[in-house]
């Protein structure tokens, strides 16, 4: 799986890198990479337990250039029935770029690919144990403007939080794929709703814990 990871690093990247020094993605239509986003959590499941969560979370990038961004993003997950909660965090840079096919004013395909640090950190886990674990992210998507007001963001990556343990508690090494879609309905320029369903496949411990079917909805000002 880490090899699988390797490959989409060593070829997504490049690739989008390649055919943005070969076209400007300041085109009308093309998706803002500098905003701010909150966004509620009122559901998902934490497969390997018979426990749901909620939750809320932040997220913001800053585009540097036309064609590289940074982000940011940061979760609190309250598992119900359980003291226990989980924080997730990442900070990231990444190149985009845009493809308008020709449609009518203001559609088109943005894509973009990430590579990223992550945290994961389990609170309360046995008693007042925490457990918590650092690596790195790569993941790639889409943001399809299928209209001036509609964005469709299918999105995938690879994540390897290296050791997750502290407290005398190891949730040995977990690392696995991620994947979503997001909506974003644009009020105006600026500002725009948002819902997305995930998944994750990362089998942490000897329980296999996974964040399943977690569904958000949240507000975004871009800049």
Excluded: C
């Amino acid at each position: 799986m880490k090899k699988a990871a390797i490959l989409i690093s060593a070829s997504v990247l490049p690739f989008v890198a390649f055919t943005a020094s070969a076209a400007p993605n300041d085109q009308p239509g093309a998706p803002s990479y500098t905003y701010f986003q909150g966004d509620y959590i009122p559901d998902g499941s934490l497969e390997g337990t018979s426990n749901d969560y909620d939750g809320f979370g932040f997220e913001g990038s800053a585009a540097i250039t036309n064609h590289v961004f940074v982000n940011g993003r940061y979760d609190r997950l309250d598992v119900d029935n359980s003291r226990t909660d989980v924080n997730r965090g990442s900070v990231g840079i990444g190149l985009n770029d845009f493809y308008d096919y020709g449609g009518p004013q203001g559609t088109g395909v943005g894509y973009y690919g990430t590579v990223s640090y992550e945290r994961l950190g389990l609170r309360n886990v046995r008693g007042s144990d925490d457990a918590t674990g650092t690596g790195f992210g790569v993941d790639a998507g889409l943001r399809w403007m299928v209209d001036p007001r509609v964005e469709i963001n299918p999105h995938g990556g690879y994540v390897d939080y290296g050791s997750v343990s502290g407290d005398g508690v190891n949730y040995g090494s977990p690392d696995g794929w991620r994947y979503g879609v997001r909506t974003l309905g644009y009020l105006s320029d600026n500002v725009a709703l948002s819902a997305e369903y995930s998944a994750t496949e990362y089998d942490i411990g000897n329980q296999g814990l996974d964040f399943d079917n977690e569904i958000r909805v949240g507000a975004r000002y871009a800049f």
